[in-house]
């Protein structure tokens, strides 16, 4: 019997003496008795608030990266402990690789991102510099905090590890404290890897708690700073969302909720091509895989009328090999979570089946027993347009309908009768069809997962959200969106226009802004380590001359002889040139020349030029120097750093000709 408990301000709480019974999908018998414990959700906020939001704000992205970073392995050493009990969730081995390693992926990859994509500081700086004078001494810039806060998540069932970890990961990589409820019929499973968390001792006291059981009057706590995160029906969004407490603070609320995905089979796809068998294929396995407890899940198939009949052989042969069964065993598809999710099941089949008639059902399968399974059930609906349940009703089980449509255009408006989805795909080797679909859906589609036989080798599914991406939809599906990289982590910060002097920008930002104070360092600062240069640090260099002996040769020496370089009469009828100019990369590599200091010494590569800009010509006889400045420094090893360096060149009338960012690695130390 498992006993899944509470963690509450720092303390394990077992199951009170109202705990629920759970019972298991595939023995029928009492697995887990949970909820019930006496929480006090006042308490626990304020435990979060106090003690693990000051303490992951002390901290920067960085180190809360490597925090994120350090858990997932922590996590993927000790898996097959979630892996053994797994199986009483009604989810196959397989199943559970989407959930258990699936929720470690994501956590590595929203580290990694906060590694690379954020800085090593306090304060994230979102978007460019806004100008707000003539001369540069009051300038606009969007930075994001984290919020003072809590973040509630509400999670579903059907994923309860990766749905704790996929929300888990932004929001302490933003800086803010959580609190996880998970559905209580698979909270066993989302106990036993939070329990590792604890036992990790990786995050800071109050970080994160756990409510086994009900939420109580937790909503009615929550200020403007807190964030609830659902996942789950759109009944039990909207009950959550109109709380009159969320309303009147403005509490965040973002939503991921049940919607009617589609898969759509281009036009131009016939049986004898590889996208048909794509198509056949992966409409199987969304139907199959988590028994089609997904929110991903394809619930309308949506074919060309000339071809539904080739779809429905094909995709009922494909899936009557579907073999069902104990999921702990080899059983290609385990059962449904609950006998109450069966029960909902079928009565969402009989909604639907009022429009569609069934061709494929229990009847084909050898099905065991077990109050939880249930069979692979595929529709077939004749008349798309007229049909309201189809388009309305989802069947959260292995359940999906066939539509036929009779254009491109048909077939799109099919697919947003959904109102809002999560995800659509469209299988076609057509690039134009592609982009038609996209323009006439997209607006209703959180996710287009377009495939065809170039990409299906690399593909990763019509449901897969990946962390890279944004998870979410409109309408039906929630209106949110959860993942998108450092998408996801600002959901959970504040985002503010700072607007003031360079100095106080660069104070705020961590960043160097043009204008403000310059330090001259004790040395050239190339033969400085990433510890010891300072964000400011300055050199400016001797002018150089540039000659039309030097423009020539390196037309020559590169091959690039392009007119305005090489003939005065054409170069002064173009309206940008007074006459032959030396070209932007010839001044680049002068730049160079005038800043590198050429010994042994820290830097240990140039990596890269962002934002290279030209704003005037230089002629034969100019003057250049350069002022390099350190912009900012991003740690990427323990052994070396990123340090970017604002390099302007100027002529000598101390006109700016030419502006970029320099990226090199630094040595971290001596």
């Known amino acids: 019997m498992l006993t899944p408990n509470s963690y509450a301000c720092g303390q394990w709480i077992a199951p009170g003496a109202e705990a629920r019974a759970v019972m298991g999908p595939v023995c029928g018998s009492q697995i887990a008795r949970a909820g019930g414990a006496a929480l006090d959700f006042a308490q626990m906020i304020e435990f979060a608030k106090k003690k693990g939001g000051p303490a992951l704000r002390e901290m920067t992205f960085h180190q809360r990266a490597k925090m994120l970073k350090a858990l997932a392995l922590y996590l993927q050493d000790r898996k097959e402990e979630l892996y053994a009990i797994n199986h009483l969730t009604g989810a196959t081995r397989r199943d559970g690789g989407v959930d258990i390693d699936g929720g470690i992926i994501t956590m590595m990859v929203i580290a990694g991102k906060g590694r690379r994509e954020m800085p090593d500081g306090h304060v994230y700086v979102d978007g460019g510099l806004e100008q ?34 996929e929300k888990l990961a932004p929001t302490l990589l ?19 890897c939070f329990r590792m968390i ?91 895989v988590k028994a089609g407890q997904k929110c991903t899940a394809i619930r309308r198939i949506i074919v060309p009328e000339g071809q539904i009949d080739a779809v429905s052989e094909a995709l009922s042969e494909r899936l009557k090999k579907t073999t069902i069964g104990d999921p702990a065993g080899d059983a290609r598809m385990g059962a449904l979570v609950s006998a109450s999710q069966k029960r909902d099941v079928l009565e969402k089949m009989a ?46 089980g292995p359940v ?40 006439s859906s997209a607006a209703w589609h959180g996710r287009l997962y377009i495939v065809d036989r ?20 409109p309408g039906r599906a929630g209106g949110g969106e959860e ?54 640090e300055t050199i400016v260099t001797d002018p150089r001359e540039v000659t039309l002996d030097d423009i020539e040769h390196f037309a020559h020496f590169t091959g690039d002889t392009f007119y305005a370089h090489m003939d005065e009469e054409a170069a002064k009828a173009n309206p940008f040139f007074p006459g032959r100019v030396a070209h932007g990369y010839l001044l680049l590599s002068f730049a160079a020349g005038l800043f590198v200091q050429p010994d042994p010494g820290p830097v240990l590569a140039n990596t890269g030029l962002n934002s290279l800009s030209f704003q005037k ?50 040595a971290y130390q001596r």
């Not at 599914?461 to 890279?468: D, F, K, Q, R, Y």
């Open 617 to 666: 010509p230089v002629s034969p006889g100019d003057k250049l120097h350069v002022r390099l400045t350190c912009k900012r420094k991003t740690q990427r090893t323990d052994d070396y750093g990123e340090v970017a360096w604002n390099a302007t060149l100027y002529n000598q009338d101390g006109d700016q000709t030419a502006e970029y960012e320099l990226l090199t690695m630094v």
């Open 198 to 288: 604890i036992e990790s001792g990786l995050l800071p006291e109050g970080a994160v708690q756990l409510i086994i059981g009900g939420t109580g009057d937790l909503l009615d706590r929550l200020g403007p700073q807190d964030v609830v995160s659902f996942t789950g029906s759109a009944d039990t969004a909207l009950m959550l969302r109109t709380n009159p407490n969320i309303l009147k603070n403005s509490v965040r609320f973002m939503s991921e909720q049940d919607s009617l995905n589609a898969s759509i089979l281009g036009a131009d796809v016939t049986p004898d091509t590889p996208e048909f068998d794509l198509f056949i294929k992966q409409a199987a396995s969304e139907m199959t």
């Open 351 to 396: 909604m639907i089946s009022a429009e569609a008639h069934q061709i494929l059902g229990a009847e084909s399968f050898d099905m065991p027993d077990g109050p939880g399974f249930a069979a692979p059930t595929l529709f077939r609906c004749e008349d798309p347009d007229a049909a309201k349940n189809v388009h309305e009703i989802e069947a959260f």
């Open 174 to 192: 933003a800086g803010v404290p959580a609190i996880v409820k998970p559905a209580t019929q698979t909270c066993f499973l989302t106990e036993a």
């Open 132 to 165: 707000l004078s003539r001369q540069g001494s009051f300038l606009g810039q969007h930075i994001a905090v984290p919020l003072q806060g809590v973040a509630v998540h509400i999670n579903a069932f059907n994923f309860p590890v990766w749905g704790m970890l």
């Open 454 to 473: 170039d990409s299906m080798g690399e593909a990763t599914g019509h449901g897969s959200p990946l962390p890279h991406m944004v998870h979410g939809g």
């Open 483 to 536: 993942l998108g990289g450092v998408r996801g982590v600002l959901h959970y910060m504040q985002r503010t226009a700072i607007q003031g002097g360079p100095n106080v920008l660069t104070a705020i930002t961590g960043q160097w802004v043009n204008g403000a104070d310059e330090i001259k360092g004790p040395d050239h600062p190339f033969q400085r380590t990433f510890r010891e240069i300072e964000i400011g």
């Open 400 to 439: 999906s309908t066939l539509l036929p449509y009779r254009d491109t255009a048909h077939a799109a408006e099919l697919a947003n009768r959904g109102e809002g989805s999560l995800v659509a795909s469209l299988v076609t080797h057509d690039p134009q069809i592609a982009r038609d679909v996209t323009l």
